[in-house]
């Protein structure tokens, strides 16, 4: 079992920068690759990006990719989400998801443990 809880959301210009964070109780945070989701409203909950537990793979929707980058520190027990290059269509709720499967992807019944989510607004 592992809670989750997203910070690090706000308000910013398009072209601006900010970085998301989502720490993890439980001892075994090391074991879950993790992934960062976004929900606009009206739209339906999308895959941004996920990292293997060891953080040593990443894969992107091709909407982020090049502006959005994920990390984790396993010591801190914390997964990052840094995004560049803000546009106002990435405006979302994010959520950060833990997975019980090492071979997790980008689908949502992939992921078992979910954060409440941080408000990302980007202004234009």
């Known amino acids: 079992q592992v809670q989750l809880v997203e910070s690090g959301g706000g308000l910013v210009q398009a072209g601006g920068s900010l970085r998301l964070s989502c720490g993890a109780s439980?001892?075994?945070?090391?074991?879950?690759?993790m992934a960062w989701f976004r929900q606009a409203p009206g739209k339906e909950r999308e895959f941004v990006g996920r990292?293997?537990?060891?953080?040593?793979?990443?894969y992107y929707a091709d909407s982020v990719k090049g502006r959005f980058t994920i990390s984790r520190d396993n010591a801190k027990n914390t997964v990052y989400l840094q995004m560049n290059s803000l546009k106002p269509e990435d405006t979302a709720v994010y959520y950060c998801?833990?997975?019980?499967?090492?071979?997790?992807?980008?689908?949502?019944?992939?992921?078992?443990?979910w954060g409440q989510g941080t408000q990302v607004t980007v202004s234009s």
């Open positions: 998801a833990a997975s019980e499967s090492f071979y997790s992807g980008t689908y949502r019944y992939e992921y078992n443990y």
């Open positions: 439980g001892r075994t945070f090391s074991s879950y690759p």
């Open positions: 990292i293997r537990s060891n953080g040593g793979s990443t």
